[in-house]
């Protein structure tokens, strides 16, 4: 059942005043999920652009508590905090919420994540995915998109393909798996709500596309508008996975005919990041884009869920 706008709850859980660049989309993904989530949360959250956030100097505009910790040590956290919500039987209560960039998800947190989730422990981990180390400097990472240039690439941009780190995740046989974008806050919200619903069934994985104005190379306007191309060229779809099942979701599901995806070339060229991109790369975007498809149809027919 879609919600109506009307039945979305008002109250914010980040104030105004944090020290995120104007147009960055990890505001906007955390303001949804916590509004999903509601005040019955904890945070871990290791070192990334959501920790400036946090504000500076004493003040933080977060209205939930937020623990900052060190990068490699996120799923860690929350699973002590998990634990320890359990010993004091507040654990169907208070919610446990680990909040990292691709960087601390994909790369450096990769073991903390992969070990929790294989223990079964009990917090949703969102990554909260802008294709590389903003906080530092735009750095490569493992989610950095192939062709993207940033300041740890050759000039022609990144050779290799980004890891799949939902095909990752969904190899740990976790009860639940979504893809969000900040152009379909609604999706955030239902998104959330449902991993909330999965408490006390293992970790529960979120990715959501933000964008980055200064890393990507786009006006901070446009940033709904990058992350909304996003899906509507099929590079992200939007899916959940629930006890291993499939589904696209409603944004996303028009996209399973080819015909009706937008063309990458205009996604690619709104972006400085891809700038002077040859062919032959946008060749390869392309193929990229219909093999994701295809393996996603193919898993839905399996499951009886497509002609
Ligand atoms: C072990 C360790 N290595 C490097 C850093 C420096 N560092 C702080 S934030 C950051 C970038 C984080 O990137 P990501 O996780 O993608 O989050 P984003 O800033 O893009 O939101 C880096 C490299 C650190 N704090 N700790
Ligand atoms: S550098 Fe990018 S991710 Fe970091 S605060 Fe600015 S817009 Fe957001
Ligand atoms: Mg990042």
Redesign the pocket.
């Known amino acids: 059942m879609v919600l109506k706008i009307s039945e979305l709850p008002e109250e914010e859980y980040i104030q105004s005043g944090t020290r995120l660049c104007s147009g960055c989309g990890?505001q906007l993904a955390y303001r949804w999920a916590l509004k999903a989530l509601g005040p019955k949360t904890i945070i871990t959250n290791?070192?990334?652009?959501?920790?400036v956030c946090g504000g500076v100097g004493g003040y933080t505009p977060m209205k939930v508590p937020a623990f900052y910790c060190?990068?490699?040590t996120v799923a860690a956290n929350a699973a002590g905090a998990s634990a320890a919500l359990k010993a004091q039987g507040k654990d169907k209560e208070i919610v446990v919420l680990a909040w990292?960039?691709?960087?601390?998800?994909y790369?450096?947190?990769i073991q903390g994540l992969s070990g929790a989730a294989e223990r079964g422990d009990n917090f949703i981990f969102a990554c909260?995915?802008?294709e590389?180390?903003?906080?530092?400097g735009i750095?490569r990472?493992g989610?950095t998109p192939f062709g993207a240039k940033t300041t740890t690439t050759p000039i022609k941009g990144k050779v290799q393909v980004k890891k799949n780190m939902l095909k990752i995740m969904a190899a740990h046989g976790l009860s639940y798996i979504a893809t969000c974008s900040i152009s379909h806050p609604r999706d955030i919200y239902e998104k959330f709500k449902k991993a909330r619903e999965y408490n006390g069934q293992g970790v529960r994985y979120i990715e959501i596309l933000g964008s980055?104005p200064p890393?990507w190379g786009f006006p901070m306007s446009d940033s709904i508008q990058m992350t909304r191309m996003a899906v509507e060229s099929g590079y992200w779809p939007l899916f959940e996975r629930e006890n291993g099942k499939l589904t696209i979701s409603q944004p996303s599901k028009r996209y399973l005919n080819k015909e009706k995806r937008k063309d990458i070339r205009d996604y690619l060229a709104k972006q400085n990041r891809f700038k002077g991109m040859s062919e032959e790369i946008i060749g390869q975007w392309n193929q990229y884009i219909d093999d994701l498809w295809a393996e996603l149809e193919n898993e839905l027919r399996l499951q009886g869920d497509l002609e």
């Not at 290791?46 to 920790?51: I, V």
């Not at 590389?132 to 530092?136: D, E, F, G, L």
Request: net charge negative.
């Open positions: 990890i290791p070192a990334s652009c959501s920790t060190c990068f490699e990292a960039g691709d960087g601390g998800t790369d450096i947190g909260v995915n802008n590389a180390y903003m906080n530092t750095q990472s989610a980055c890393g």
